[in-house]
C-alpha cells in the first residue's frame, strides 16, 4: 500500500481528485467506484471544478457507489442516491444510465445484491475504487469481522456506525439500522483503490489498516493485499503511524514520471 500524507484533508483530497482526472482521460470510458461521507467531499469539489473550469469530460464514465441504506428512498435527503446528485452528479456531465447506486427500496434485497454485482461484471470491472474508513476500520458498511471473500449483500449497521452517521440524521435512532453495501471481496477485485481518511479520530484505524496484521476486525486490513492501493491522508489521520516518516521521504522524493499531479 502506498502512503501519502498532506497537511490537509483539502491537500490530499487534491491529489485524489488528480488521479481520478488522469484515469479518466487516458481512459474515457473508465468505471469509477465512489463513496460517500464527508470524507470524499473535497475531492468531488474539486472533480466538479475540474469539469467547469477544465473541461473534465464524465460523459463516457460508469460510476457504482459501494452502499446504499435500506427502506430509504432515492427522493429521501439522507439516501445516497440524493448525497450523489447534490455533492457530484449535478455539477458534472455524468450520463444517467451510466449511474449506479443500489435500490435500498428493493423488495428482494438479495436478489438486488446479486443484480449489482453482475452490473459490475458487466461494465467489465472497477478501474478505481474511493474509500473512506471507519473509526473502526470498516470498509464500505462492512463492519467488523465482515467477512475478507464477502460480496455486495445487506448488513446491519453497528451502534458505533450509527452514532457516527448521526450527525446526518438528527439522532443514531433514525439512522437506519441496514444497508445494501459491496463486500470486501468486491472491493479488492477493483484495480486500483484510493482510501481517503482525515482527522485524528481515524488514526487510530489507519495505523491498524496499514500497519498491523490482515485481520477481519479492521476491514481496511485487507487492502494490505490489493495490488494497487493508496491511502491519502492528512496530518492527523497519520498521527499513529509508526513509519511515518518514511512515507513522507518516499512521496518527496518519487521521480518525476510518477507524480500524481501530471506536470509537476
Given amino acids: 500500500m502506498e502512503i ?36 470524499p467531499l473535497p475531492m468531488y469539489r474539486e472533480l466538479a471544478r475540474m469539469h ?14 459501494l452502499d446504499e441504506y435500506v427502506g430509504l428512498p432515492p ?10 446528485h447534490e455533492h457530484l452528479f449535478r455539477h458534472i456531465d455524468a450520463a444517467p444510465e451510466r449511474i449506479h447506486i443500489p435500490n435500498g427500496m428493493a423488495a428482494d434485497v438479495p436478489a438486488e445484491c446479486a443484480r449489482y454485482e453482475a452490473a459490475i461484471r458487466a461494465a467489465g470491472g472497477i478501474d478505481l475504487q474511493v474509500l473512506g474508513i471507519g473509526t473502526d476500520g470498516h470498509i464500505g458498511f462492512n463492519e467488523r469481522s465482515s467477512s475478507l471473500a464477502s460480496r455486495t449483500r445487506i448488513k446491519t449497521l453497528t451502534e458505533q456506525t450509527r452514532r457516527d452517521n448521526a450527525r446526518f440524521f438528527g439522532r443514531p435512532e433514525n439512522v437506519p439500522l441496514h444497508v445494501i453495501t459491496m463486500g470486501v471481496g468486491s472491493i479488492m477485485d477493483t484495480r486500483q483503490v484510493l482510501l481517503l481518511a482525515f482527522g485524528e479520530n481515524k488514526a487510530r484505524a489507519v495505523a491498524e489498516a ?7 476486525m479492521n476491514p481496511a486490513s485487507i487492502l494490505q493485499m490489493h495490488a494497487v492501493a493508496k491511502a491519502l491522508l492528512d496530518e492527523p489521520a ?9 512515507y513522507r521521504w518516499v512521496f518527496a522524493n518519487k521521480p518525476q514520471w510518477q507524480r500524481f499531479v501530471r506536470g509537476r
Fill in 210 to 216: 496499514v500497519e498491523g496484521p490482515i485481520t477481519a
Fill in 52 to 65: 467547469r473550469e477544465d473541461g473534465l469530460d464524465f460523459s463516457r464514465v460508469t460510476t457504482f457507489n
Fill in 75 to 84: 427522493e429521501h435527503p439522507q439516501s445516497y442516491h440524493a448525497f450523489m
Fill in 238 to 246: 497519520a498521527s499513529k503511524l509508526a513509519l511515518g516518516d518514511y
Fill in 4 to 39: 501519502v500524507i498532506q497537511p490537509t484533508p483539502e491537500a490530499a483530497s487534491l491529489i485524489a481528485a488528480h488521479i481520478i482526472a488522469n484515469l479518466v482521460r487516458d481512459k474515457p470510458d473508465c468505471v469509477l467506484g465512489l463513496a460517500t461521507g464527508s470524507t
